[in-house]
């Protein structure tokens, strides 16, 4: 005789319920947020892909055009889009996080829509957006002869990710403190143009002095991106890089940025 006594682990339906709500929550809010931003005419969400890709494009044609030195013998067009399309991952994701609570606060009334949820849908969107654009430059330059393949697609898809990890950590962690201090929210844009330089965007760290190299070895995104290069070109030059040192970063950074942003959903929770 059949039974309607069916078990399940309660654990297991809380987690897989609480997984779908939130998957859809974020994916309802992707979608808001691409018809906020760019609206349903002309090209509408295209313009998601597009503006990176046209950013990056004119980027490296002019670094093709003035030949500038960055003291390898990568080809400039490939040492340029890996360089430009890797700071738009990390630097684009906190800047679409400051000031999202002040322009998503009604959201916050639906139960299951939190501040985090709020983020990481900026975050997920951003990630998207970046790596179609690299994703089809690369595959179309490769395709004409202007850049060569990757010599190891692990090591690039690796860097990748550890450049949108630590993006997203990044994002997190300036987006929460935003709320508190409205000035980190305006300090953030020069900062970043402070970092473009000494990320590795337009150098090699072979390419420095043995006493500099420790030095900018010290900011993750770095180390990242010549994995990343290491994967792409690895025969054309000398990498360096700590891989145990990037993800211990991310990992705190990630951690320090999620609990800072339960804790602004927590203050404005209780403050309504």
């Known amino acids: 005789m059949p039974s309607n006594n069916r078990s399940h682990p309660t654990g297991a339906l ?108 900026r975050i997920v969107l951003e990630f998207m957006a970046s790596t179609t654009s690299f994703v089809v430059i690369c595959l179309s330059l490769v395709m004409i002869g202007w850049m060569p393949s990757p010599e190891n697609a692990v090591r690039v898809l690796g860097g990748w990710m550890l450049l949108a990890w630590f993006g997203a950590g990044l994002a997190l962690l300036i987006g929460s403190l935003s709320e ?48 990343l290069r290491d994967g792409w070109f690895g025969s054309f030059f000398h990498a360096h890089y700590d891989l145990g040192y990037v993800l211990i970063f991310n990992l705190l950074l990630f951690f320090a940025g999620l609990s800072l942003a339960r804790q602004v959903g927590f203050d404005s929770s209780s403050s309504e």
Not at 36 to 45: I, S
Not at 87 to 104: E, T
Not at 188 to 202: D, H, I, M, N, Q
């Open 14 to 121: 809380v987690h897989h319920s609480s997984w779908t709500i939130n998957r859809r929550v974020i994916g309802a809010l992707i979608l808001r947020e691409m018809l906020t931003r760019y609206g349903r005419n002309n090209l509408g969400f295209l313009w998601l892909f597009l503006e990176p890709m046209l950013f990056t494009l004119v980027v490296t044609a002019f670094w093709a055009a003035t030949r500038t030195i960055h003291g390898s013998q990568i080809p400039i067009v490939a040492f340029a889009v890996t360089g430009y399309s890797s700071v738009m991952l990390w630097r684009n994701m906190p800047s679409r996080c400051i000031g999202a609570l002040n322009s998503n606060k009604p959201l916050l009334h639906h139960r299951q829509v939190t501040i985090v949820d709020i983020y990481f849908s």
């Open 180 to 227: 508190r201090f409205d000035v980190l929210g305006k300090l953030w844009p020069p900062f970043s143009y402070l970092l473009f330089p000494l990320s590795g965007v337009a150098f090699i760290v072979d390419a420095l002095p043995p006493g500099m190299q420790k030095i900018v070895l010290w900011l993750p995104m770095l180390n990242a991106l010549e994995y």
